[in-house]
């Protein structure tokens, strides 16, 4: 059984910095896309940022600010959120993807629990 676990969420300021990990278990993923999602209250999941082996691929809304790695030795994931503005305040979900639409959460067959993020301006 996969299992993704997060961590690193927290409060920080506006313009401040912050490393999100996803743990991985339960099966080899080095060959799947592992990627970030977001979502705020009320609103939509939203893509953050997903990679397989030597390709990585951003949303608009965070391109230039972050910058997301994986280390499959540890099956862990991360994510490296510089510049932060109080709308990237949301719950960050860690997922796996076979492949597909790795833009679109459909894509994704395994996800984490979430780490909340906040941003105070």
């Known amino acids: 059984q996969v299992q993704l676990v997060e961590s690193g969420g927290g409060l920080v300021q506006a313009g401040g910095s912050l490393r999100l990990s996803c743990a991985a278990s339960?099966?080899?993923?080095?060959?799947?896309?592992m990627g970030w999602f977001r979502q705020a209250p009320g609103k939509e999941r939203e893509f953050v940022a997903t990679s397989r082996w030597t390709d990585s691929y951003y949303g608009d809304s965070v391109k230039g600010r972050a910058t997301i790695s994986r280390d499959n030795a540890k099956n862990t994931l991360y994510l490296q959120m510089n510049s932060l503005k109080p709308e990237d305040a949301a719950v960050y979900f860690c997922?796996?993807?076979?492949?597909?639409?790795?833009?679109?959460?459909?894509?994704?067959?395994?996800w984490g629990q979430g780490t909340q993020v906040t941003v105070s301006s």
């Open positions: 339960g099966r080899d993923l080095s060959n799947y896309f």
């Open positions: 997922a796996a993807a076979p492949g597909g639409a790795i833009r679109s959460d459909h894509a994704y067959a395994y």
